[in-house]
């Protein structure tokens, strides 16, 4: 690893902080480092609050540095007037002569400028150190300005025979498979998605909150299919200061004003359209926690880019089987008695 690598890791280091909290904003992470010593550092923290460069610079104690020091940052600097001031002009402002970048910014505001604005200033720009690693760190962001949908993870847990429910319930509602250390891991993740799906038959099945209890993070936006408008207001999904989002045939009001209603139509391109919404709600993520048929929609849709599957020990002998689904298996890994393995999307 060279040096520019080495203070490029730590840019990604800082930058994993923010996962959960910039939303819609991507992950950035900077330092300033002057004669091989880093003298400031910092990461975007949350929308609407100074981006990485501001922070990394405003860390620096002795400001006269900063004309004899390099500035590392694992996405461009921003160029344009958002909530906060452009980036690319606070380096220019501070005389840093030296700027290395991760990955270019493809946000259609950025997308180059910063670079261009920094090198007309006459800064020396050196670009793509550590390009595939940034590029998947803002993953999920990525995705959402390229392909115009959120970046879609599949979860769900299977028993050792291969099931995700037996066929009765009876009076355990909901049945767990896993055990309490990955529901625990579970909710870590919510709290690092935008939002969290599921369809009709688990809200029925088992109530779920859909929150994060087990993890200090933000809650996700819900969104909840419901084709026929079959559920009460009473069930746990309605009852939150978190947005949901109701995705349905038919419009519905609401008594919580953080409930709304969108509509699709069920008969056709299901997972293409709840898309399409999720991005109107300028929503960059999402986890599919089921049901089957839910989970199933998607990946015949071919629209997933991660699967999280949990392999409890437990066996059922019969009931809802899990989906069916071929990708790349990236990890697999125990969670005490649990098998955790990711998988990727085909290429």
Not at 258 to 268: L, M
Request: contains cysteine; charged residues 20%; positive net charge.
């Amino acid at each position: 690893m060279n040096t520019h690598e080495k203070y490029l890791k730590r840019c990604l280091e800082l930058a994993q902080n923010g996962l959960g909290t910039t939303y819609p904003n991507p992950l950035v992470g900077s330092v300033v480092v002057y004669e091989n010593q880093i003298i400031g550092e910092g990461w975007h923290q949350k929308s609407g609050a100074p981006h990485a460069e501001v922070n990394a610079i405003a860390s620096v104690k002795n400001k006269a540095l900063l004309q004899k020091s390099t500035i590392y940052v694992s996405l461009e600097p921003c160029s344009h007037y958002g909530k906060t001031p452009p980036c690319a002009d606070l380096i220019i402002k501070n005389k840093i002569p030296n700027v290395v970048i991760g990955a270019v910014d493809y946000h259609e505001k950025v997308a180059g400028k910063g670079i261009q604005k920094l090198k007309e200033a006459g800064i020396n720009v050196i670009l793509d150190v550590l390009n595939k690693e940034s590029i998947e760190l803002n993953r999920r962001f990525f995705t959402f300005h390229q392909k115009k949908r959120p970046y879609i993870i599949l979860k769900w847990a299977e028993s050792k025979d291969g099931f995700i429910a037996p066929t009765h319930k009876q009076e355990q509602k909901p049945v767990w498979i896993t055990n309490s250390i990955s529901r625990q891991l579970v909710h870590k993740w919510r709290s690092e998605e935008h939002a969290i799906l599921v369809g009709t038959q688990t809200v029925i099945d088992d109530n779920p909150s859909l929150n994060v209890r087990n993890w200090k993070g933000n809650h996700p936006i819900k969104v909840v299919l419901d084709r026929q408008n079959k559920l009460s207001e009473d069930l746990s999904v309605f009852n939150s200061t978190q947005k949901t989002i109701v995705i349905t045939e038919s419009t519905k009001n609401f008594k919580n004003a953080n409930c709304v209603s969108e509509t699709i139509d069920f008969t056709k391109n299901v997972a293409q359209q709840i898309c399409e919404t999720l991005f109107k709600h300028q929503i960059q993520s999402v986890i599919i926690e089921g049901g089957a048929q839910t989970l199933q929609t998607f990946i015949d849709a071919k629209l997933w880019d991660e699967a999280r599957i949990f392999k409890g020990s437990i066996s059922f002998e019969n009931g809802v089987k899990a989906p069916s689904f071929s990708g790349n298996l990236i990890t697999e890994q125990h969670v005490l008695n649990d098998t955790l393995s990711i998988h990727l999307q085909h290429d």
